[in-house]
């Protein structure tokens, strides 16, 4: 099992109290696995995602284990963290493409970077070099500044710089949510070739596109303010979804290759609760057409079948619905 | 109805405006009331700049745009307030089209003022009620916030609200959707089609073809500032005759069919060459369906 999470729970500290974006969150990923990890916007995928990584000012881990490769990841600890990223778990960050420093050339940003780990530059080069060819990129764009490459074409150099290291984990933040078709499937494409070459040994990518992450995903996570909500297959996700919010998110996708007519398409009504103080019980209950009595009560994470999981107390009655 | 006629548009680029780039070429099309009109294709492709010059916030470099028979480029500073009234346009990252210290009362406001001076309070007040719940937003939810106090599908119709304090006839939203999540996208969508089902034209751009699928009759495609295939949507994306297209529709990724079980090759496709020269011509295909000829 390349990483094993358990109970995380990590919050914000605000002045009005806890923001509880991971609240008691329980997955692994194997070896060799590409984890999808999908859901509305502010439920706790980059809190996640950077949970791994490097827990930002107000962050705090609350409670809960994640171990890599065996090995506790001391995640509370920054000091200690340091010698494990970029390394051992990497990531994407959301924006990324935007976030490179327009005033250094990309070779002198990726130097700095390898000397802060104690790497030598030249060591690298050829690695380097060989790799920004496989995506497409010739060597002389280590000369341009960010701002001189094309969207598309700075994103695949995050990835490039991302992975040099050969890490074992990779988080993908939002990758290709700002880019158009073409390139989002050059950038997609491009992460199932690193973990085929090796360059990394597993995946978790981040989206809200359930339709793009079902391309390259072995898994796919749905979560739900804090919580993972189901988890099954990319396969047993699109086609068979169990969880009553799963099924509302998939159904509001529109598709090229159908036609609509006058047929309108369902939005899920109302709003995710707040993370400041959320509702007891199931916390999709508010949205929910099954909700009943007993879903004041938090459901579980349970097994349904091989790989499968969802957190739900009337999985069978969605089911009959279906 | 608005048309457009063999429009063109070079930006002038580079040190000094020492170079030409033309990033639209020979565009022609019409939208009629109550129609959807989607413009897809790359980034960089001109869907954008097709969009600013509707909105008259560039210039067109050759070529007419007219709504309702009448040039709208020769109208002058008056001309182009009455032109405000009709055609409205909202864009791709609602917090930077807003100003984030004014409260949505205040922008709403603003309108009366240079449109409606006339108007008074209390009847204004009616209206931006109206406008707000056509759009699917509780007044009280909205007015007196500031906009990072919306989430982005709030701001996003609040925006739509405001072109509709104008009896506008012509929107023009450019990647209104592709910020918003899944469940939101769908609200705004089905919020446009309500507009059409009421008489509005709207141009609708955006790089993402399933939207485009859901919501317009009508498709352009476009390359390179050029239009390389148009028509009825279920003929543009069912059959496309055009390489550029079918390479997009391939490169689309669908909920059901992954792009490895999918046989498709991409297809080489004709490189970027000299973009002053009028681009290939578009040829009937079909009823309601016309490609340029590739290669
Ligand atoms: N610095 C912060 N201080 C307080 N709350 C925060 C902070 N950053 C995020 N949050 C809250 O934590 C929750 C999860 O945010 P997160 O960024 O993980 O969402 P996300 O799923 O990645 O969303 P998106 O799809 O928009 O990227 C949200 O309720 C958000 O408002
Ligand atoms: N203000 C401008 N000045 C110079 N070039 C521009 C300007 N705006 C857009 N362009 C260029 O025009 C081309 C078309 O851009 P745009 O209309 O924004 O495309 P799209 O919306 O399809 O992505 C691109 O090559 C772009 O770089
Ligand atoms: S537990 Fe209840 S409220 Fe939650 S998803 Fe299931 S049925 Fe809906
Ligand atoms: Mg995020
Ligand atoms: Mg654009």
């Known amino acids: 099992m390349s990483l094993e999470v358990n109970d995380l729970r990590v919050h914000y500290r605000t002045l009005k109290g806890d923001v509880r974006a991971l609240d008691g969150v329980s997955f692994d990923v194997a070896d060799g696995e590409i984890v999808g990890l999908a859901g509305e ?6 809190t996640l995602g950077k949970s791994l990584i490097r827990l930002d000012g107000r962050m705090r881990h609350v409670g809960g284990t994640v171990a890599l490769d065996g090995e506790e990841l001391p995640i509370g600890d920054d000091r200690a963290m340091n010698k494990r990223r970029f390394k051992d778990v990497s990531i994407i960050p959301q924006y990324s493409m935007s976030a490179m420093n327009p005033t250094r050339r990309i070779g002198r940003m990726i130097a700095d970077l390898l000397g802060s780990r104690g790497i030598a530059y030249r060591d690298l080069k050829r690695e380097l070099v060989q790799r920004l060819e496989l995506v497409g990129l010739p060597e002389k764009v280590l000369d341009n500044y960010p701002i001189e ?26 990758v290709t949510s700002a880019l158009d078709v073409s390139n989002q499937k050059a950038v997609a494409e491009t992460l199932v070739r690193f973990r085929d070459m090796g360059f990394v040994k597993s995946m978790i990518v981040v989206t809200h596109d359930l339709s793009l992450v079902y391309q390259i995903a072995d898994t796919i996570m749905v979560m739900y303010a804090g919580r993972i909500v189901e988890k099954a297959s990319a396969e047993t996700i699109v086609k068979a979804p169990q969880h009553p919010y799963t099924k509302a998110l998939i159904s509001a996708l529109p598709e090229v290759g159908l036609e609509y007519g006058d047929r309108k398409l369902k939005s899920i009504p109302g709003k995710p609760p707040q993370l400041l103080n959320p509702p007891t019980g199931c ?17 579980p994470l349970v097994g349904i079948d091989r790989g499968h999981e969802a957190a739900c107390w009337k999985l069978e009655e969605s089911n009959a619905r279906a | ?106 922008v709403l406001e603003m309108v009366r003022q240079t449109y409606f001076p006339r108007v008074g ?48 006839e012509v929107l023009v939203a450019d990647e209104i959707i592709s910020m918003l999540d899944a469940s939101t996208r769908i609200d705004v969508l089905n919020l446009l089609g309500e507009l059409k089902e009421r008489g509005l034209a709207v141009l609708f751009v955006t790089h993402d073809l399933s939207l485009a699928n859901y919501i317009s009759e009508r498709v352009i495609i476009m390359r390179h500032g ?40 991409a297809e080489e496709l004709e490189p970027d060459g000299d973009r002053d020269r009028p681009p290939a011509p578009l040829t009937k295909v079909d009823e309601n369906h016309w490609a340029a000829a590739a290669g």
């Open chain 1, 149 to 174: 490459l094309s969207g598309g074409m700075k994103q695949r150099m995050v990835m490039v710089i991302s992975t040099l290291l050969d890490p074992s984990l990779l988080i993908a933040d939002e």
């Open chain 1, 283 to 299: 916390r999709f209950r508010a949205r929910c057409p099954l909700a009943g009595d007993e879903c004041a009560e938090q459901p």
């Open chain 2, 1 to 106: 109805m608005l048309e457009l006629e063999n429009v063109w548009k070079s930006y002038r680029v580079g040190s000094l405006g020492s170079k030409r780039l033309t990033a639209v070429r020979d565009v022609s099309f019409t939208i009629a009331p109550g129609e959807v009109l989607s413009v897809v294709g790359e980034s960089g492709s001109g869907k954008t700049t097709v969009g600013k010059m509707v909105l008259q916030l560039i210039s067109v470099t050759r070529g007419t745009i007219r709504l309702d028979g009448r040039d709208i480029t020769a109208a002058g500073k008056r001309g182009l307030r009455e032109y405000y009234r009709k055609v409205q346009g909202v864009f791709q990252d609602p917090f930077s089209s807003y100003n984030p210290i004014f409260k949505a009362d205040r």
């Open chain 2, 226 to 265: 050029a239009v390389v295939e148009t028509g009825a949507t279920a003929k543009v994306f069912g059959d496309p005759r055009h390489p550029y297209s079918r390479n997009l529709l391939a490169s689309v990724p669908q909920l059901h069919t992954k792009w490895a079980d999918n046989q498709f090759h």
């Open chain 1, 41 to 46: 916007s502010g439920c706790g995928k980059t």
């Open chain 2, 121 to 168: 309070r209390s009847e204004w007040q009616a209206k931006v009620e109206e406008s707000l719940q056509s759009v699917g937003l509780d007044p009280g939810a909205v007015l007196g916030k500031y906009p990072h106090q919306l989430s982005g599908g709030q701001l996003q119709r609040m925006l739509i609200a405001r072109a509709l304090l104008l009896d506008i």
